[in-house]
């Protein structure tokens, strides 16, 4: 059984530019969620998808987008990046069951200088 | 809204002696989840317990064990013969029914085990 894998693993943009993190989820989960964790603090819900289909977001604005593909991998977009964009972007995987902890990738840690 | 507060931001234990962190929430749901997740430097999270609130037993999992007081809305994990691999920043999350079942995080508490 495989586990949710993160690419890349550290990224560094520019501001103002545009970047595209990746996750592959664990083998039967269909439900694949974003986080954003600032240093020294705790994740951040940015949007969660499910069988491709956006079906939740928190409070993050409209350039944070994202995809889900039919094999329930997923991409996060983030457009006209800004300084405080820089954080450690956790994917995480799960059924979409309350009963089930999610499984995380070990996240992208992104700079933006 | 669903909040999950930490109120110790580091914690440190001796090797073989426990430990307790301390997790409070705020909901107005009857039914739900709660998790402990580890973070250690290699920055996955990893599961470590859940509670399910409808559950009056605690959950326990091997040396980890949690105190769930649904009434006062705490959820504190205790980490019985506390080992150096202990050694991790530790997330309390509440699983939400809306917005998709997210998961909302309290800040962690940094736990160091000493030799």
């Known amino acids: 059984e495989t586990g949710v894998t993160q690419s890349p693993t550290h990224l560094i943009k520019t501001r103002g530019q545009q970047v595209t993190l990746r996750c592959s989820s664990q083998s039967g989960h269909n439900t694949v969620s974003w986080y954003q964790q600032a240093l020294g603090q705790g994740p951040q819900f940015i949007f969660q998808y499910y069988r491709e289909e956006e079906n939740g977001r928190g409070n993050f604005p409209p350039r944070f987008s994202g995809l889900q593909f039919p094999n329930y991998s997923s991409e996060l977009n983030v457009n006209a990046l800004e300084l405080d964009d820089s954080a450690l972007y956790l994917c995480?995987?799960?059924?979409?069951?309350?009963?089930?902890?999610?499984?995380f990738g070990s996240g992208t840690r992104l700079t933006v200088v | 809204a669903q909040t999950v507060t930490q109120s110790q931001p580091e914690m440190s234990v001796q090797e073989a002696e426990t430990v307790t962190l301390s997790c409070t929430y705020d909901t107005s749901e009857s039914d739900y989840y709660l998790f402990w997740y580890k973070q250690p430097p290699s920055r996955q999270m990893i599961l470590v317990i859940r509670?399910?609130?409808?559950?009056?037993q605690n959950a326990t999992e091997n040396r980890f064990s949690v105190n769930f007081q649904k009434a006062a809305k705490s959820f504190s994990l205790k980490i019985s013969d506390s080992q150096l691999g202990d050694a991790a920043m530790y997330f309390c999350?509440?699983?939400?029914?809306?917005?998709?079942?997210?998961?909302?995080f309290g800040a962690g508490t940094i736990l160091r085990v000493k030799s």
């Open positions: 509670q399910e609130a409808y559950k009056q």
């Open positions: 999350a509440y699983r939400m029914t809306e917005y998709g079942n997210k998961l909302v």
């Open positions: 995480a995987s799960s059924l979409p069951r309350r009963e089930d902890g999610y499984t």
